[in-house]
């Protein structure tokens, strides 16, 4: 049945939207929310599943694997069609367990990885890292990674895939301690890899967990819990493992930092845990891990002020915007992370942007099955509004005094692609396009400020970016474009702004280009340029990798 407590408006309480304060501080206190930062393949969709294993999925649509299907079926557009939806449906995956509420925010990876993956991570309060351990860090896992530093999320690690091969988990820790700077707690211990993966030693609690596969690895795997130096560790764990074993618990003993909580929480310890997903070992550990050191819904910065997860009045932000690619629904969904108050269906609100007020209702198709429309909602949740051309990305919803959460950065783009209307006559049309699609999030625009060019410069983190925004040009705007790619890859905004610029005078290997504000920032064709513009000329001041709005 229906999991979510109802609750009796009472009149008492008009002002602070009828909501009683304990029941925030309650509501509030049992929600976790993360979101998983991977690199293709590692297996994402694999410990999804796992994880829902443990609690039952209050708001899903659909099986994991039918989302991933989908998303591997080739991009013509009627495939896209059916990728829209499934991508709306896995926003945001809610399920219970140990009494708490646990939000999945969905970052979409894959053909569909794109400026939304990073926004995802303005929504999340908590992230998991998951490794491929027979791979290590890779390039999507370090670009998300720096989202998650910037917003200084508590980062959980998880080494998937420990039954296959894979490198010593002293070197997969070794990665991220040197390459991300990022301290690490490792709070299990893999016991064997491969075939001789047999379990973990879980060191705050100074036990074994000994695994043993089920079949198709769709329940629970059932563990054998011993404490260590139990006599029967001898007889279960081979003599070298558990010499290894032995030997590197001394060692992280002596070169480990203790289990800092402020330090998990702040975002400068990392808890690491070793694992195989698709075996389900130790995915129960883990989860039970993120439950006690995962952080609430946190507290954000406004323009008034701090606002607490448990401050009375609903307010939330726009962290995504997802248009319905079908011409018969030409319906637009809103993603908003409620920061505070309680949020329900059909309550009216107002808009920071304009001072507008809104009424809430809900998107007619967000889920497939009726049982899992929200309801109500309370910080840390995501709901989607279905109020078509009301909202931007990063706008600010409020009850009670007017206030603004800053908003959401532009992410660096790594794709640069001229757009060009072969057709006079479409000059308008085209115009409302670029500045409506702007406004929606589904692509950057800059301006060349030295070529004289005038065409819009489309700039995205990935390719499907340009590939939704040509198609809706065409479908809903009547304009056929062209684009023509520019060799570009890194963006930095200059930080001193034209000031800065005019000081460092001609320069060289890079265009400069202003983003929709007005604001310079140089295109380079790679990092290597970056660091040589910097070493030749630090007056230049700080390039930044993305920028607020003004
Ligand atoms: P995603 O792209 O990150 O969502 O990865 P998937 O969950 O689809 O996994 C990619 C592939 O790795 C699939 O074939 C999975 O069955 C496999 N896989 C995932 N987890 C494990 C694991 O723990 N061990 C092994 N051996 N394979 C895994």
Same mark, same amino acid.
């Given at each position: 049945?229906?999991?979510?407590?109802?609750?009796?408006?009472?009149?008492?309480?008009?002002?602070?939207?009828?909501?009683?304060?304990?029941?925030?501080?309650?509501?509030?206190?049992?929600?976790?929310?993360?979101?998983?930062?991977?690199?293709?393949?590692?297996?994402?969709? =694999?410990?999804?599943?796992?994880?829902?294993?443990?609690?039952?999925?209050?708001?899903?649509?659909?099986?994991?694997?039918?989302?991933?299907?989908?998303?591997?079926?080739?991009?013509?557009?009627?495939?896209?069609?059916?990728?829209?939806?499934?991508?709306?449906?896995?926003?945001?995956?809610?399920?219970? %367990?140990?009494?708490?509420?646990?939000?999945?925010?969905?970052?979409?990876?894959?053909?569909?990885?794109?400026?939304?993956?990073?926004?995802?991570?303005?929504?999340?309060?908590?992230?998991?890292? &998951?490794?491929?351990?027979?791979?290590?860090?890779?390039?999507?896992?370090?670009?998300?990674?720096?989202?998650?530093?910037?917003?200084?999320?508590?980062?959980?690690?998880?080494?998937?895939?420990?039954?296959?091969?894979? &490198?010593?988990?002293?070197?997969?820790?070794?990665?991220?301690?040197?390459?991300?700077? &990022?301290? =690490?707690?490792?709070?299990?211990?893999?016991?064997?890899?491969?075939?001789?993966?047999?379990?973990?030693?879980?060191?705050?609690?100074?036990?074994?967990?000994?695994?043993?596969?089920?079949?198709?690895?769709?329940?629970?795997?059932? =563990?054998?819990? *011993?404490?260590?130096?139990?006599?029967?560790?001898?007889?279960?764990?081979?003599?070298?493992?558990?010499?290894?074993? +032995?030997?590197?618990?001394?060692?992280?003993?002596?070169?480990?930092?203790?289990?800092?909580?402020?330090?998990?929480? #702040?975002?400068?310890?990392?808890?690491?845990?070793?694992? #195989?997903?698709?075996?389900?070992?130790?995915?129960?550990?883990?989860?039970?891990?993120?439950?006690?050191?995962?952080?609430?819904?946190? %507290?954000?910065?406004?323009?008034?002020?701090?606002?607490?997860?448990?401050?009375?009045?609903?307010?939330?932000?726009?962290?995504?915007? +997802? @248009?319905?690619?079908?011409?018969?629904?030409?319906?637009?969904?809103?993603?908003?992370?409620?920061?505070?108050?309680?949020?329900?269906?059909?309550?009216?609100?107002?808009?920071?942007?304009?001072?507008?007020?809104?009424?809430? %209702?809900?998107?007619?198709?967000?889920?497939?099955?009726?049982?899992?429309?929200?309801? =109500?909602?309370?910080?840390?949740?995501?709901?989607?509004?279905?109020?078509?051309?009301?909202?931007?990305?990063?706008?600010?919803?409020?009850?009670?005094?007017?206030?603004?959460?800053?908003?959401?950065?532009?992410?660096?783009?790594?794709?640069? #692609?001229?757009?060009?209307?072969?057709?006079?006559?479409?000059?308008?049309?085209?115009?409302?396009?670029?500045?409506?699609? &702007?406004?929606?999030? @589904?692509?950057?625009?800059?301006?060349?400020?030295?070529?004289?060019? %005038?065409?819009?410069?489309?700039?995205?983190?990935?390719?499907?970016?340009?590939?939704?925004?040509?198609?809706?040009?065409?479908?809903?705007?009547?304009?056929?474009?062209?684009?023509?790619?520019?060799?570009?890859?890194?963006?930095?905004?200059?930080?001193?702004?034209?000031?800065?610029?005019?000081?460092?005078?001609?320069?060289?290997?890079?265009?400069?280009?202003?983003? +929709?504000?007005?604001?310079?920032?140089?295109?380079?064709?790679?990092?290597?340029?970056?660091?040589?513009?910097? #070493?030749?000329?630090?007056? *230049?001041?700080?390039?930044?990798?993305?920028?607020?709005?003004?």
């Amino acid at each position: 049945g229906e999991k979510t407590s109802s609750v009796s408006t009472s009149n008492s309480e008009d002002d602070l939207d009828g909501v009683s304060p304990e029941l925030l501080t309650r509501e509030v206190s049992r929600r976790r929310n993360f979101a998983i930062i991977s690199h293709p393949d590692a297996g994402k969709t =694999t410990l999804t599943e796992k994880l829902l294993l443990y609690g039952g999925a209050i708001h899903e649509a659909g099986a994991v694997k039918a989302r991933k299907n989908a998303r591997h079926a080739t991009s013509d557009w009627m495939e896209l069609e059916k990728q829209r939806g499934i991508s709306i449906t896995s926003t945001a995956l809610v399920f219970e %367990t140990h009494g708490r509420q646990i939000t999945l925010l969905d970052t979409p990876g894959h053909q569909d990885f794109g400026e939304d993956t990073y926004r995802t991570l303005a929504a999340a309060d908590n992230a998991v890292m &998951l490794i491929d351990a027979g791979k290590g860090l890779e390039p999507q896992t370090r670009k998300l990674f720096e989202v998650v530093r910037m917003r200084k999320l508590p980062c959980f690690t998880f080494i998937n895939k420990m039954d296959r091969p894979a &490198l010593e988990p002293l070197e997969l820790v070794d990665q991220i301690e040197k390459e991300f700077g &990022l301290a =690490t707690y490792p709070v299990n211990w893999p016991i064997g890899s491969g075939d001789r993966f047999m379990g973990v030693y879980h060191r705050p609690r100074n036990e074994v967990h000994v695994f043993t596969k089920e079949k198709h690895g769709t329940k629970a795997a059932s =563990t054998q819990i *011993i404490p260590w130096g139990d006599d029967c560790l001898k007889s279960l764990i081979p003599s070298d493992l558990f010499a290894q074993l +032995q030997e590197e618990i001394e060692m992280l003993d002596e070169l480990s930092p203790p289990l800092d909580m402020e330090k998990i929480h #702040s975002g400068d310890l990392s808890a690491v845990f070793f694992g #195989s997903a698709m075996n389900n070992f130790g995915v129960e550990l883990f989860l039970e891990s993120f439950l006690e050191y995962g952080i609430t819904p946190k %507290t954000h910065e406004s323009d008034l002020g701090e606002v607490d997860p448990d401050y009375p009045h609903f307010t939330g932000f726009v962290f995504k915007l +997802q @248009a319905n690619m079908d011409p018969k629904h030409r319906d637009k969904v809103a993603f908003v992370r409620v920061c505070s108050g309680r949020f329900t269906r059909g309550m009216k609100v107002q808009l920071a942007r304009n001072g507008k007020t809104i009424a809430l %209702t809900r998107p007619q198709k967000m889920f497939a099955q009726d049982r899992s429309t929200m309801e =109500t909602g309370y910080a840390g949740d995501v709901i989607g509004l279905n109020n078509p051309n009301a909202f931007c990305i990063g706008d600010t919803l409020f009850c009670g005094p007017r206030r603004s959460y800053p908003g959401i950065p532009s992410f660096s783009p790594e794709l640069f #692609s001229y757009m060009r209307n072969p057709n006079p006559s479409k000059y308008k049309q085209f115009l409302k396009g670029i500045t409506e699609l &702007l406004g929606e999030g @589904a692509v950057q625009v800059l301006y060349s400020a030295d070529s004289g060019r %005038t065409d819009p410069i489309l700039a995205a983190v990935g390719q499907l970016q340009f590939e939704v925004v040509q198609y809706r040009m065409q479908a809903e705007y009547g304009v056929e474009t062209i684009l023509e790619p520019i060799g570009y890859s890194v963006a930095r905004w200059v930080t001193g702004g034209w000031a800065a610029l005019e000081t460092v005078g001609k320069l060289y290997n890079c265009a400069t280009v202003k983003d +929709q504000w007005g604001r310079p920032v140089l295109l380079f064709r790679n990092e290597w340029n970056v660091s040589q513009l910097l #070493s030749d000329k630090p007056e *230049i001041g700080e390039l930044a990798p993305y920028a607020l709005p003004p």
